[in-house]
Protein backbone atom coordinates (compact mmCIF):
# COMPACT_ATOMS: atom_id res chain seq x y z
CA UNK A 1 0.00 0.00 0.00
CA UNK A 2 1.90 3.41 -0.94
CA UNK A 3 1.63 6.40 1.14
CA UNK A 4 -0.12 9.08 1.03
CA UNK A 5 0.70 13.05 0.90
CA UNK A 6 -1.79 14.95 1.98
CA UNK A 7 -3.01 18.37 0.65
CA UNK A 8 -0.85 21.46 2.12
CA UNK A 9 -3.44 23.90 3.81
CA UNK A 10 -3.58 25.62 7.17
CA UNK A 11 -2.15 22.97 9.49
CA UNK A 12 -3.42 24.44 12.77
CA UNK A 13 -7.18 24.21 11.31
CA UNK A 14 -7.11 20.80 10.01
CA UNK A 15 -8.75 18.28 12.40
CA UNK A 16 -7.37 15.31 14.63
CA UNK A 17 -8.04 12.05 13.96
CA UNK A 18 -9.00 9.64 15.94
CA UNK A 19 -9.64 5.72 15.61
CA UNK A 20 -10.16 2.39 17.66
CA UNK A 21 -12.49 -0.60 16.75
CA UNK A 22 -15.51 0.55 18.28
CA UNK A 23 -17.02 3.66 21.00
CA UNK A 24 -13.97 3.13 23.23
CA UNK A 25 -12.42 5.67 21.58
CA UNK A 26 -14.79 7.84 22.07
CA UNK A 27 -13.96 8.12 25.53
CA UNK A 28 -10.59 9.28 24.11
CA UNK A 29 -12.87 11.72 21.66
CA UNK A 30 -14.37 13.19 24.19
CA UNK A 31 -11.44 14.16 27.00
CA UNK A 32 -9.90 15.98 23.82
CA UNK A 33 -13.11 17.67 22.86
CA UNK A 34 -12.61 18.98 26.56
CA UNK A 35 -8.89 19.74 26.63
CA UNK A 36 -8.78 21.40 23.82
CA UNK A 37 -12.68 22.46 22.83
CA UNK A 38 -11.49 24.63 19.29
CA UNK A 39 -10.31 21.20 18.20
CA UNK A 40 -12.10 19.31 15.39
CA UNK A 41 -12.19 15.55 15.67
CA UNK A 42 -12.58 12.64 12.74
CA UNK A 43 -13.24 9.93 14.27
CA UNK A 44 -13.65 6.26 13.06
CA UNK A 45 -14.71 3.36 14.36
CA UNK A 46 -13.94 0.00 12.32
CA UNK A 47 -17.25 -2.02 14.16
CA UNK A 48 -16.87 -4.13 10.85
CA UNK A 49 -13.46 -5.84 12.79
CA UNK A 50 -14.26 -5.25 16.34
CA UNK A 51 -13.34 -6.06 18.73
CA UNK A 52 -9.47 -6.16 17.69
CA UNK A 53 -8.08 -8.32 20.99
CA UNK A 54 -9.31 -11.00 19.15
CA UNK A 55 -7.51 -10.59 15.70
CA UNK A 56 -4.25 -11.33 14.76
CA UNK A 57 -1.27 -8.71 14.91
CA UNK A 58 -0.93 -8.72 10.43
CA UNK A 59 -4.70 -8.02 10.56
CA UNK A 60 -4.82 -5.41 13.14
CA UNK A 61 -1.58 -3.72 11.01
CA UNK A 62 -3.22 -4.03 7.84
CA UNK A 63 -6.57 -2.62 9.60
CA UNK A 64 -4.57 0.18 11.33
CA UNK A 65 -2.93 1.28 8.36
CA UNK A 66 -6.03 1.39 5.89
CA UNK A 67 -7.70 3.80 8.63
CA UNK A 68 -4.64 5.79 8.51
CA UNK A 69 -4.55 6.55 4.63
CA UNK A 70 -8.36 7.28 5.05
CA UNK A 71 -7.52 10.16 8.05
CA UNK A 72 -4.55 11.46 5.77
CA UNK A 73 -6.98 12.03 3.22
CA UNK A 74 -9.14 13.75 5.49
CA UNK A 75 -6.07 16.64 6.10
CA UNK A 76 -5.91 15.20 9.47
CA UNK A 77 -3.16 17.34 11.49
CA UNK A 78 -2.60 14.38 13.88
CA UNK A 79 -3.77 10.81 14.29
CA UNK A 80 -4.74 9.16 17.89
CA UNK A 81 -4.80 5.49 18.26
CA UNK A 82 -7.38 5.58 20.75
CA UNK A 83 -7.07 1.57 20.96
CA UNK A 84 -4.72 -0.45 23.29
CA UNK A 85 -4.57 -3.53 20.86
CA UNK A 86 -3.74 -1.54 17.78
CA UNK A 87 -1.08 0.33 19.98
CA UNK A 88 0.07 -2.47 20.91
CA UNK A 89 0.44 -3.76 17.60
CA UNK A 90 0.43 -1.36 14.86
CA UNK A 91 2.17 1.98 16.19
CA UNK A 92 5.35 1.60 14.60
CA UNK A 93 3.76 0.25 11.67
CA UNK A 94 1.56 3.35 11.25
CA UNK A 95 4.26 5.33 12.18
CA UNK A 96 6.27 4.42 9.08
CA UNK A 97 3.60 4.54 7.23
CA UNK A 98 2.83 8.01 7.73
CA UNK A 99 6.68 8.81 7.38
CA UNK A 100 6.81 11.50 9.70
CA UNK A 101 3.93 13.63 7.76
CA UNK A 102 1.77 14.77 10.84
CA UNK A 103 2.30 13.29 14.78
CA UNK A 104 1.25 9.79 16.06
CA UNK A 105 0.00 9.37 19.03
CA UNK A 106 -0.59 6.23 20.81
CA UNK A 107 -2.65 5.45 24.21
CA UNK A 108 -0.15 3.49 26.17
CA UNK A 109 3.06 5.59 25.63
CA UNK A 110 1.14 8.30 28.31
CA UNK A 111 -0.12 6.47 30.76
CA UNK A 112 3.02 4.72 31.64
CA UNK A 113 4.81 7.80 31.60
CA UNK A 114 1.98 9.03 34.12
CA UNK A 115 1.98 5.54 36.54
CA UNK A 116 5.66 5.48 36.46
CA UNK A 117 6.06 9.21 37.72
CA UNK A 118 3.67 8.32 40.57
CA UNK A 119 5.10 7.80 43.87
CA UNK A 120 3.01 5.28 45.45
CA UNK A 121 3.12 2.81 42.37
CA UNK A 122 5.02 -0.80 44.06
CA UNK A 123 2.56 -3.41 42.50
CA UNK A 124 0.99 -1.86 39.07
CA UNK A 125 -2.42 -3.99 37.68
CA UNK A 126 -3.11 -4.01 34.36
CA UNK A 127 -6.27 -5.50 32.39
CA UNK A 128 -7.07 -5.25 28.50
CA UNK A 129 -8.26 -7.35 25.68
CA UNK A 130 -6.58 -10.99 25.01
CA UNK A 131 -4.19 -9.41 22.32
CA UNK A 132 -3.15 -6.31 24.13
CA UNK A 133 -2.01 -8.41 27.38
CA UNK A 134 -0.42 -11.20 25.64
CA UNK A 135 1.61 -8.59 23.87
CA UNK A 136 3.04 -7.60 27.59
CA UNK A 137 3.43 -4.27 26.15
CA UNK A 138 3.01 -2.04 29.42
CA UNK A 139 5.27 -4.25 31.38
CA UNK A 140 7.55 -3.82 28.92
CA UNK A 141 7.46 -0.23 28.89
CA UNK A 142 6.84 0.13 32.40
CA UNK A 143 10.43 -2.12 33.15
CA UNK A 144 12.36 0.08 30.84
CA UNK A 145 11.68 3.06 33.04
CA UNK A 146 11.68 1.01 36.47
CA UNK A 147 12.84 -2.35 36.28
CA UNK A 148 12.05 -2.16 40.42
CA UNK A 149 7.77 -2.22 39.99
CA UNK A 150 5.83 -5.53 39.65
CA UNK A 151 3.65 -5.49 37.05
CA UNK A 152 0.42 -8.06 36.79
CA UNK A 153 -1.50 -8.51 33.97
CA UNK A 154 -5.03 -10.11 33.37
CA UNK A 155 -6.72 -10.32 29.97
CA UNK A 156 -10.28 -9.39 30.78
CA UNK A 157 -12.12 -10.57 26.69
CA UNK A 158 -15.82 -10.15 28.08
CA UNK A 159 -15.50 -6.48 29.16
CA UNK A 160 -15.07 -4.80 25.81
CA UNK A 161 -17.84 -6.51 24.15
CA UNK A 162 -20.20 -5.93 26.93
CA UNK A 163 -19.09 -2.14 26.90
CA UNK A 164 -19.89 -2.42 23.15
CA UNK A 165 -23.45 -3.77 23.77
CA UNK A 166 -24.10 -1.59 26.19
CA UNK A 167 -23.94 -3.53 29.52
CA UNK A 168 -22.12 -1.32 32.22
CA UNK A 169 -23.51 0.19 35.44
CA UNK A 170 -25.70 -2.64 36.15
CA UNK A 171 -26.14 -5.88 37.81
CA UNK A 172 -24.78 -7.76 34.86
CA UNK A 173 -21.32 -5.59 34.64
CA UNK A 174 -20.65 -5.73 38.25
CA UNK A 175 -21.00 -9.24 38.36
CA UNK A 176 -18.33 -9.93 35.54
CA UNK A 177 -16.04 -7.19 36.91
CA UNK A 178 -16.11 -8.68 40.46
CA UNK A 179 -15.47 -12.11 38.98
CA UNK A 180 -12.37 -10.51 37.24
CA UNK A 181 -10.95 -8.37 40.26
CA UNK A 182 -10.94 -11.06 42.42
CA UNK A 183 -8.60 -12.61 40.32
CA UNK A 184 -5.47 -13.45 42.56
CA UNK A 185 -3.00 -12.08 40.08
CA UNK A 186 -4.24 -8.83 40.92
CA UNK A 187 -4.15 -9.18 44.66
CA UNK A 188 -2.30 -6.32 46.56
CA UNK A 189 -2.09 -3.92 43.83
CA UNK A 190 -1.92 0.00 44.41
CA UNK A 191 -2.81 1.06 41.27
CA UNK A 192 -4.78 -0.60 37.91
CA UNK A 193 -4.35 0.50 34.65
CA UNK A 194 -7.62 0.34 32.70
CA UNK A 195 -5.69 -0.72 29.27
CA UNK A 196 -8.97 -0.79 26.93
CA UNK A 197 -10.35 2.70 25.75
CA UNK A 198 -13.75 1.48 26.62
CA UNK A 199 -13.07 0.66 30.40
CA UNK A 200 -13.23 4.33 31.27
CA UNK A 201 -17.19 3.52 30.95
CA UNK A 202 -17.07 0.85 33.94
CA UNK A 203 -14.45 3.13 36.09
CA UNK A 204 -16.42 4.24 38.53
CA UNK A 205 -17.86 0.06 39.22
CA UNK A 206 -14.34 -0.18 39.31
CA UNK A 207 -13.41 1.65 41.75
CA UNK A 208 -16.63 0.73 43.59
CA UNK A 209 -14.98 -2.90 43.80
CA UNK A 210 -11.63 -2.02 45.65
CA UNK A 211 -13.45 1.21 47.97
CA UNK A 212 -9.13 1.09 48.69
CA UNK A 213 -6.59 3.63 48.16
CA UNK A 214 -6.26 1.96 44.68
CA UNK A 215 -5.35 4.39 41.94
CA UNK A 216 -7.97 3.95 38.57
CA UNK A 217 -5.68 4.80 35.82
CA UNK A 218 -7.87 5.29 32.39
CA UNK A 219 -6.22 6.20 29.55
CA UNK A 220 -8.81 9.03 28.35
CA UNK A 221 -7.49 11.80 30.60
CA UNK A 222 -3.84 11.21 30.49
CA UNK A 223 -3.69 10.84 25.99
CA UNK A 224 -5.81 14.33 26.13
CA UNK A 225 -2.93 16.31 28.24
CA UNK A 226 -0.48 14.59 25.79
CA UNK A 227 -2.55 15.46 22.78
CA UNK A 228 -2.63 18.87 24.20
CA UNK A 229 1.24 18.97 25.17
CA UNK A 230 2.38 17.11 21.54
CA UNK A 231 -0.03 20.00 19.65
CA UNK A 232 0.94 23.06 21.47
CA UNK A 233 4.67 21.78 21.28
CA UNK A 234 4.62 21.75 17.47
CA UNK A 235 2.39 25.13 17.13
CA UNK A 236 -0.25 23.26 15.86
CA UNK A 237 -3.29 23.91 18.28
CA UNK A 238 -6.82 26.10 16.65
CA UNK A 239 -7.23 29.07 17.74
CA UNK A 240 -10.84 29.77 16.76
CA UNK A 241 -13.35 27.85 18.12
CA UNK A 242 -15.21 26.76 15.16
CA UNK A 243 -15.21 23.03 15.67
CA UNK A 244 -16.45 20.56 13.42
CA UNK A 245 -16.96 16.55 14.18
CA UNK A 246 -17.06 14.07 11.91
CA UNK A 247 -18.16 10.43 12.94
CA UNK A 248 -17.46 7.13 10.75
CA UNK A 249 -18.03 3.66 11.18
CA UNK A 250 -17.20 0.94 8.92
CA UNK A 251 -20.41 -1.26 9.89
CA UNK A 252 -23.18 0.35 11.37
CA UNK A 253 -24.41 -0.63 14.78
CA UNK A 254 -27.22 0.48 17.25
CA UNK A 255 -25.65 -0.10 20.18
CA UNK A 256 -22.44 2.15 18.59
CA UNK A 257 -25.41 5.03 17.96
CA UNK A 258 -27.07 4.83 21.35
CA UNK A 259 -23.05 4.75 23.50
CA UNK A 260 -22.19 7.82 21.63
CA UNK A 261 -24.82 9.92 24.29
CA UNK A 262 -22.79 9.32 26.79
CA UNK A 263 -19.99 11.35 25.53
CA UNK A 264 -21.44 14.13 23.46
CA UNK A 265 -24.93 16.09 24.27
CA UNK A 266 -25.65 16.81 20.26
CA UNK A 267 -26.76 13.97 18.66
CA UNK A 268 -24.30 12.11 16.44
CA UNK A 269 -24.89 11.75 12.89
CA UNK A 270 -22.67 8.29 11.82
CA UNK A 271 -21.39 8.19 8.65
CA UNK A 272 -20.68 4.71 7.26
CA UNK A 273 -17.48 4.13 5.59
CA UNK A 274 -15.98 1.04 4.08
CA UNK A 275 -12.44 1.13 3.42
CA UNK A 276 -12.13 -2.42 2.53
CA UNK A 277 -14.89 -2.64 -0.73
Not at 44 to 52: E, Q, R, S, W
Not at 136 to 165: C, F, G, R, W
Not at 188 to 203: E, N, Q
Not at 221 to 232: D, F, R, S, Y
Amino acid sequence: MSKVTTKPIAPASRPIGIFDSGIGGLTVANAIQKALPNESIIYFGDTAHLPYGDKSPDSIKYYSIRIAQFLLQQHCKMIVIACNTASSFAYETVKDFIGGQIPVVNVIDPVVEHVTKSKKSRKIGVIGTKGTIKSDIYAKKIHVINKQLDVASLATPLLAPMIEEGFFNNKISRTVIASYLGSRKLSKIDSLILACTHYPLIKQEVSDYYDTDVEIVDSAGVVAEHVKKTLKGKRLLATKRKPVHRFYVSDFTKSFEESTKYFFKNKIHLEKKDLWM
